[in-house]
């Protein structure tokens, strides 16, 4: 157990764990526009058609699809204005991981007490940054898919969700903010694991959150989604409250695998800074509350 202090309930802590040993938690379910648009898209011989007609019984979906199919991450020489010719540009399985990253946010803006609904606006907002610095670094890199890289650092605290929502149930009501962050340090990448297993995502993306959890670990073979994954995270906490926020970079081995430094890395983001608050702007559309 990481403990980043003594000021919590351990009891309560050991309550949820208890809990999701004995999967006594309930798992979001993947939005239904994304469960539909998966299950066509395993059928190989679904046409672009057949998804656009998924996709237009959520109208606010369809103009996202559209606006980035035109954003400077896919545009062509010419601009789109239709559903279907945006699931032509983007292709079959971007436009799978696009739906399930563009309707996610609603699990993260739900109805509950104050202290919980701004743990969950903190999340997303953190999942978001992390989601379009992954996004950036992944562009151009071999076998490396980008809108896998954005679907998995969108999704790498997903267990916050199921586990904030569980503080708010009238038998803990925890407002304890030190109980909610060793809660979440301690149990939400497991979750996170857990629920892209049940979203049927492929086991090397499913495992990134836990495999983050070992910033030092390194592994044998090309860079892969944890690496990205771990230095956008790195990259998202800089100089924030987080308990990574001042770990060291240097021996860092995802930084190694990117063939970049941890200077290069920050000049890098630095240049990139636009294109990642384009990013940014596309993933955090509505469904406040």
Request: hydrophobic residues 45%; proline residues 6%.
């Amino acid at each position: 157990m990481t403990d980043l202090n003594q000021n919590f309930d351990h009891d309560l802590l050991e309550r949820i764990e208890n809990e999701i040993q004995d999967r006594q938690f309930s798992l979001p379910a993947l939005p239904d526009t994304a469960a539909k648009v998966g299950k066509a898209i395993a059928d190989p011989d679904v046409t672009a058609a057949q998804v656009a007609k998924i996709v237009t019984a959520d109208p606010v979906l369809s103009g996202r699809l559209i606006q980035v199919a035109n954003s400077p991450i896919f545009q062509g020489m010419k601009r789109i204005e239709d559903l279907k010719t945006a699931i032509s540009r983007l292709g079959l399985v971007c436009v799978r991981n696009l739906v399930i990253s563009l309707t996610v946010n609603k699990l993260f803006h739900v109805k509950s007490n104050p202290i919980i609904k701004t743990k969950l606006r903190q999340a997303w907002a953190n999942s978001v940054k992390v989601a379009a610095i992954g996004e950036v670094i992944a562009r151009g890199r071999w076998r490396i898919d980008s809108s896998e890289a954005l679907l998995v650092g969108l999704l790498h605290n997903i267990g916050a969700v199921p586990l904030l929502n569980k503080l708010a149930e009238p038998k803990f009501n925890v407002t304890d903010d030190a109980t909610i962050d060793q809660v979440l340090l301690n149990l939400e990448p497991q979750l996170s694991k857990w629920i892209m297993e049940h979203w049927h995502l492929r086991p090397d993306l499913a495992c990134v959150p836990v495999l983050l959890q070992d910033v030092y670990k390194a592994h044998s073979g090309p860079a892969n989604y944890t690496d990205i994954i771990q230095i956008a995270r790195l990259h998202a906490i800089r100089n924030s409250s987080h308990p990574l926020a001042k770990l060291r970079w240097d021996n860092v081995p995802a930084f190694k695998k990117l063939e970049m430094t941890p200077d290069e890395s920050l000049e890098a983001i630095k240049e990139a800074q636009s294109e990642i608050r384009s990013v940014m702007t596309l993933l955090d559309g509505p469904a406040k509350t």
